[in-house]
Each structure stands twice: as structure tokens, then as C-alpha cells.
């Protein structure tokens, strides 16, 4: 069975950092993209931030870029987001997902998710 678990949310005030963390079980993250999505009270759900196992190559969406960078751990089979310079327009509930084939920001691309990780930002 695929479980996806996202931690590392909370209150930060602006300006701060947090770090998001995503783990697998039943679950490989070697040969697949993983992404992060973020989605506020009424509102879609939006892509944030992919990386690419292979290659490792990363993507970023506008809003985010220069403040937020993607990492994985192949040993530990987790990918993480790092994010600084946190503005009140950053507060969401941040996803993971994986499975998705073709290095996508479209959230109907990706099979597996994780329930989601609060990340509310203080101005």
C-alpha cells in the first residue's frame, strides 16, 4: 500500500522558514518525479515546486522561486522543501505527490498523495 506522509508545517511569522518534509511507504521514490502542491480555503489547488529523481532536475512556480528549493534524499527515500522568506501568502496546506510520468504542474497527473501539512504564515 502507497503512503505519502508530509510533516514539518506550523505557525511561522513572515520572513521565517520552515522546512517541509515527505516520506514514502510502499513506496520508492527512485525513477519517479515527486512534487509539492498547495491549495488555501477555497481556492485550486497549485503546484509549487517538482523535482526529478532522475537527473534531479527541479522546477518552481513563480510565486515561490528564489525563496523555496527542493531537495532529495535518495537513502532515506524523502524529498523535503525548504522554505524561506515566507510571506502570509504562502499559508496553505502544502502536498506531496507522486507518480506522475511527465514532470508535470498539473495536480490530476500525480496518483499518490499525501494528506497534507499545514503551513500557516504570520504578518
Known amino acids: 500500500q502507497v503512503q505519502l506522509v508530509e510533516s514539518g508545517g506550523g505557525l511561522v511569522q513572515a520572513g521565517g522558514s520552515l522546512r517541509l518534509s515527505c516520506a514514502a511507504s510502499?513506496?520508492?521514490?527512485?525513477?519517479?518525479?515527486v512534487a509539492w502542491f498547495r491549495q488555501s480555503p477555497g481556492k485550486e489547488r497549485d503546484f509549487v515546486a517538482i523535482?526529478?529523481?532522475?537527473?534531479?532536475?527541479?522546477r518552481f512556480a513563480d510565486a515561490v522561486k528564489d525563496r523555496f528549493t527542493i531537495a532529495r534524499d535518495n537513502g532515506k527515500n524523502m524529498v523535503y522543501l525548504q522554505m524561506s522568506s515566507l510571506k502570509p501568502e504562502d499559508t496553505a496546506v502544502y502536498y506531496c505527490?507522486?507518480?506522475?510520468?511527465?514532470?508535470?504542474?498539473?495536480?490530476?497527473?500525480?496518483?499518490?498523495w499525501g494528506l497534507g501539512t499545514q503551513v500557516t504564515v504570520s504578518s
Open positions: 510502499g513506496y520508492s521514490f527512485s525513477n519517479v518525479n
Open positions: 523535482v526529478r529523481w532522475i537527473g534531479g532536475n527541479t
Open positions: 505527490a507522486s507518480g506522475g510520468s511527465f514532470f508535470s504542474d498539473d495536480p490530476t497527473a500525480y496518483p499518490y
